[in-house]
């Protein structure tokens, strides 16, 4: 029996978190939702949920929490930073939707993001947002208005049955894709995530090669890649708890593959990361690499989030 989704306000005092990891290209996150209704299984964000007292299994995505007054939380914040010694330019970049999707389902109704999007769109600063969703097709108008903003789809395959097992709510590749070429159209700098790359599922030379094809009529101005990181226990019992459910077969090699860390060995990565590069060169779409300007270095990480043009992605998945 499908579980009804509880929505939970959350009065907050502010909405910029100062990210201080300096792998991180960006300076401050925006997340105006905690919990996230996508349901990805490999979601870092997961074992958040247990910060505030809350499961960390399917109650992710069925307790969705909502920062109500995000607006005009980050409107003072922004207004105290501009007045400060550094002022506004000692805000640095902002990247919306670090650890859940800021286009979610709820957003189509709740507009915490687009009401945020209207406060920073006064601002000069550079803002990136991450998602998987069509959503924010809706408001380009506030887009073409913000100064320096850039938008990252995150789509890790084509596959119908890994996207719907692992992504269960998410909108299809083939919707994102529609929405990269028109967020491009628009004169909206994007790029894509192929991220998770989940190994022996969605990695196969055949299926990463269709994708970049694929990537390659939607033109984004570069793709960043990365592989599956299961960076919490949380995070790593709700995806075993996936997996045995639907490829029960790939138990043990995850087992194995994961056995005391969160990221699959490097010499598995590494063949397939330069495959990737070769493709991207082959089709002229340019690498995160290529495009990470003054950026702080980024680790070969496969989280739920953002960056910019000098991508990073923490993961929503």
């Known amino acids: 029996m499908k579980r009804q989704i509880r929505y939970e306000p959350m009065p907050v005092k502010t909405m910029l978190n100062a990210v201080k990891a300096p792998s991180m290209p960006f300076e401050q996150s925006i997340n105006p939702y905690r919990g996230c209704q996508h349901g990805c299984a490999f979601c870092y964000a997961r074992s958040t949920h247990s910060f505030l007292g809350a499961e960390a299994d399917d109650t992710f995505q069925n307790r969705i929490f909502l920062k109500t007054n995000a607006a005009e939380a980050l409107k003072e914040q922004l207004e105290k930073m501009a007045r400060s010694r550094k002022g506004i330019g000692g805000i640095g970049r ?147 708890h996936t997996l045995r459910e639907v490829y029960p077969h790939l138990t043990e090699t995850y087992a194995a593959l994961y056995n005391g860390t969160s990221s699959a060995p490097e010499s598995y990565r590494h063949p397939l990361r330069h495959k990737i590069r070769q493709w991207l060169v082959q089709y002229g779409l340019r690498d995160s690499e290529s495009v990470r300007l003054a950026a702080k270095p980024q680790p070969d990480d496969s989280a739920c989030s953002t960056a910019g043009p000098a991508v990073q992605q923490l993961y929503l998945f």
Not at 129 to 153: F, H, Y
Not at 221 to 238: I, P
């Open 94 to 240: 902002i990247a919306i939707g670090t650890a859940t999707d800021p286009y979610q389902q709820v957003e189509a109704k709740a507009q915490l993001t687009r009401q945020c999007l209207e406060v920073l769109a006064d601002y000069p600063v550079p803002v990136s947002i991450t998602t998987r969703s069509p959503l924010i097709l809706r408001d380009l108008d506030l887009l073409r208005r913000m100064p320096e903003v850039s938008v990252n789809i995150s789509i890790g395959t084509l596959r119908t049955d890994i996207w719907r097992n692992f992504e269960p709510s998410t909108p299809s590749p083939a919707k994102r894709l529609d929405t990269v070429r028109q967020l491009g159209q628009a004169g909206i700098p994007v790029g894509v995530f192929v991220a998770p790359i989940l190994p022996f599922l969605s990695d196969g030379e055949e299926d990463l090669h269709s994708l970049i094809q694929a990537l390659a009529e939607h033109r984004p101005e570069y793709v960043m890649s990365s592989f599956l990181r299961l960076s919490t226990r949380e995070v790593k019992v709700w995806f075993f």
